[in-house]
């Protein structure tokens, strides 16, 4: 089994900053893309930002310049670092990795519980 636990979140007034943690633990013998998604309350879950494997990312066109995705392998951790927030980046955030658990074993998606980010002054 492979678990996902995200930290970091919080109350953070507009402009200012927050960086999110998620670390992979388990049965890990790969992890290929890393994932962060958020879900404001009524709206549907969107991709925020990727990594690949070998460090490649991408993002939605509405954090572009704002938030930076990392990662660290020999940790099993992503990051997301969020900067000049607004009240529209409130949501639940998640985050979502490709784990092959074992030597010749399909990988599967894994997702985080979620960590709650509240932009408001």
């Known amino acids: 089994q492979v678990q996902l636990v995200e930290s970091g979140g919080g109350l953070e007034q507009p402009g200012g900053s927050l960086r999110l943690s998620c670390t992979a633990s388990?049965?890990?013998?790969?992890?290929?893309?890393m994932y962060w998604y958020r879900q404001a309350p009524g709206k549907q879950r969107d991709l925020v930002a990727r990594i690949t494997g070998g460090g490649g990312t991408n993002y939605a066109d509405s954090v572009k310049g704002r938030f930076t995705i990392s990662r660290d392998n020999a940790k099993n951790t992503v990051y997301l670092q969020m900067d000049s927030l607004n009240p529209g980046d409130t949501a639940v955030y998640y985050c979502?990795?490709?784990?092959?658990?074992?030597?010749?074993?399909?990988?599967?998606?894994?997702w985080g519980q979620g960590t709650q980010v509240t932009v408001s002054s």
């Open positions: 979502n990795a490709e784990v092959t658990p074992t030597f010749g074993s399909f990988s599967k998606n894994y």
């Open positions: 388990g049965i890990i013998f790969r992890i290929d893309a």
